[in-house]
């Protein structure tokens, strides 16, 4: 057997977690945001298990390319459009809609006639990304209009910056910035149009329309600052699996790891594990960081190393060489993890690295 560190994806809970934002959002069209390698699971994977999805959302031109390659053949958005004409064949070729943000994107469709693409006209509603401000839709509207390189109708979008704090009035003022600029334009019949990710969908009615953007909530990971993946009846996706690989007893006083940061309180058993920043794990993680070991939580001790960290066996004697670990996922969940790092489960997610094997289980 090769090194037992390996994050295991569990596509039945991934497919269970699009229910959960169907449910959520009844009367929208789900697009599933699965950029960054869809979070770190895996793009083609994720997206051929994802075959319920009405369509797909990711950042780059190469994501979507990919997508097609595995014989994905659901609508594609590339969420931050294009920055050049060259980009275009390819867009055309592959049918992939983009969302347009930026007028020098206009200016390129112009510039180049030919078979319409597809867009999402993004507003800046206050996230002050991506997007044209609200006093520029309707000249901006006015020239995609007439541009022959632009799909119709034309849909809207905006992004929310603060729905993962729940009842956030910013949210409400963005939303209803959105409606007020489209209702401007008085077009009838009304516009498709998309702004919750999944914070708004679980936690902002007001948020849904034609279309959603599911993203983290997807792969079982609360979008909330104040809440667990559980209480919204998401299933983990990824399990970050290691082993065991010594136990040593330490002496008092004896300071484990790069910098000596933990000292050992009395004579103890200290466990090595199989994984580091190497891996994905994060190095800000802090000495009292859980680790499950043989399903039990013990606590991080030290600094994380490139291939390895330290755990106090004190409240498991008994732990061997080759006792199964999880660093995450099932029973230890990636939100808790990533407070005791100073970070995001989404950071997480996506920063497992390519020394990691990936199983898939159905
Ligand atoms: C990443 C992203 C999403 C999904 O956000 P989550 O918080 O992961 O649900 C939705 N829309 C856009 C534009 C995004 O970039």
């Not at 020239?143 to 009035?169: M, Q, S």
């Not at 940061?261 to 199989?274: H, K, L, Q, S």
Request: with cysteine.
């Amino acid at each position: 057997m090769t090194r037992a560190t390996r994050a295991v994806i569990n596509l039945a809970a991934l497919q269970h977690n699009l229910e959960v934002a169907r449910r959520a959002a009844p009367y929208s069209l789900v697009m599933a945001i699965i950029k960054a390698n869809a979070y770190g699971h895996g793009l083609s994977q994720v997206a051929r298990a994802l075959s319920k999805a009405d369509a797909f959302g990711v950042a780059t031109l190469d994501e979507a390319l990919q997508l097609r390659a595995a014989g994905i053949h659901q609508p594609i958005t590339l969420l931050e459009g294009f920055t050049r004409a060259e980009q275009l064949a390819k867009l055309r070729l592959h049918q992939f809609d983009v969302v347009l943000h930026h007028e020098q994107q206009l200016e390129i469709l112009e510039a180049h006639p030919g078979v319409p693409v597809g867009v999402w006209f993004k507003i800046d509603t206050g996230m002050h990304r991506l997007g044209f401000a609200p006093q520029r839709v309707n000249t901006i509207y006015q020239r995609l209009l007439a541009c022959g390189a632009v799909k119709k109708p034309i849909a809207f979008f905006t992004h929310l910056a603060n729905a993962d704090v729940r009842e956030d009035t910013r949210t409400t003022v963005q939303l209803q910035l959105f409606h007020q600029t489209i209702d401007a334009l008085q077009l009838s019949p009304a516009p498709v149009t998309c702004a919750a990710n999944s914070a708004g969908i679980l936690g902002c009615k007001a948020s849904h329309s034609a279309w959603v953007r599911p993203g983290i909530m997807l792969f079982g990971v609360s979008p909330f600052v104040d809440s667990r993946a559980a209480e919204h009846e998401l299933q983990p996706v990824m399990t970050l699996h290691s082993e065991l690989i010594a136990v040593n007893q330490h002496p008092k006083g004896a300071a484990i790891g790069y910098g000596g940061t933990y000292v050992c309180p009395e004579t103890m058993p200290v466990g090595v594990i199989a994984i580091g920043y190497g891996d994905g794990y994060p190095r800000h993680a802090k000495s009292g960081t859980p680790v499950l070991v043989n399903g039990q939580p013990v606590p991080l001790i030290g600094r994380v190393s490139m291939d390895m960290i330290s755990v106090d066996l004190r409240s498991l004697p008994q732990a061997r060489i080759g006792d199964p670990v999880i660093l995450w996922g099932e029973g230890l969940s990636v939100e808790e993890i990533a407070q005791h790092a100073d970070t995001i489960g989404y950071q997480l997610l996506c920063g497992v690295t390519t020394r990691v094997p990936y199983e898939y289980q159905n």
